[in-house]
């Protein structure tokens, strides 16, 4: 069983830097991607302090963002470029206008720019394990398309159980109790279930537990292998599952 650490205050505590590179226990780490107006790959701070939104990065030049806090994922690839556990790439999608057929091309086109941006970026680093995963179904398409040999997953959402044909898939805490880990268990996919921003820990650890006890016998069998756990609390992930 992985457990990755998520945060995007990657440069800003050296207590996260510490643990994702010197605990055993910790798999990996994961961050929020995104692009500014004028084209820079940055990452997002999803912190309950943090007072940018995600529209107001986005719809920001990285010149008008030059008193906040934004990592760019170029300087925090380079960081960690000896870095030999997993590192997940959450690919947030951009605002939705009124689709009609004039901006549903923009946005593969938008979506389309995004990924190749990202590419050139990671490319230069094939040695990396990286991730990347997005709720958006174009976004994933794109990098299905763009990005191998890099891992490339869907967030399903409890509303969009759209299942492409992807290398993994992420799950929220509000699925847990849906009976897909089983399913994607037996077709070999990779499943990953994110409590960054769960509320009751303790009942989201119950259901998880639930579940486990549910699956086959056959299917506990991979479980180790094939489950990751995405959190803010990594710690307590693996002391209640990994031991």
Do not use: W
Request: aromatic share 8%; charged share 25%.
């Amino acid at each position: 069983m992985r457990i990755i650490a998520h945060t995007n205050t990657v440069f800003s505590s050296e207590e996260f830097q510490d643990m994702v590179q010197q605990n055993s226990n910790i798999n990996g780490m994961s961050f929020e991607v995104t692009a500014t107006k004028d084209g820079k790959i940055v990452l997002f701070n999803p912190a309950p302090n943090n007072i940018l939104s995600i529209s107001g990065l986005q719809n920001s030049t990285n010149q008008e963002l030059k008193d906040f806090i934004v990592p760019s994922l170029e300087e925090v690839i380079e960081h960690f470029k000896d870095y030999k556990k997993m590192i997940i790439l959450n690919i947030l999608p951009f605002g939705t206008p009124p689709l009609t057929e004039d901006t549903v091309r923009e946005i593969d086109r938008q979506n389309r720019n995004l990924i190749l941006s990202i590419k050139k970026i990671i490319e230069l680093h094939p040695q990396l394990n990286l991730y990347l995963t997005s709720t958006n179904d174009n976004i994933v398409k794109h990098m299905h398309e763009l990005l191998p040999p890099f891992k490339v997953g869907l967030t399903l959402q409890a509303d969009n159980l759209n299942y492409m044909d992807v290398d993994f898939y992420k799950i929220g805490t509000d699925m847990v109790n849906i009976p897909i880990i089983e399913e994607q268990l037996k077709r070999k996919k990779e499943i990953l279930i994110c409590a960054s921003a769960c509320e009751n820990m303790a009942l989201l650890l119950s259901c998880l537990k639930k579940e486990m006890d549910n699956l086959s016998d056959e299917t506990k069998n991979y479980f180790k292998e094939k489950v990751v756990f995405e959190s803010n609390y990594p710690e307590l992930f693996y002391c209640i599952f990994a031991r």
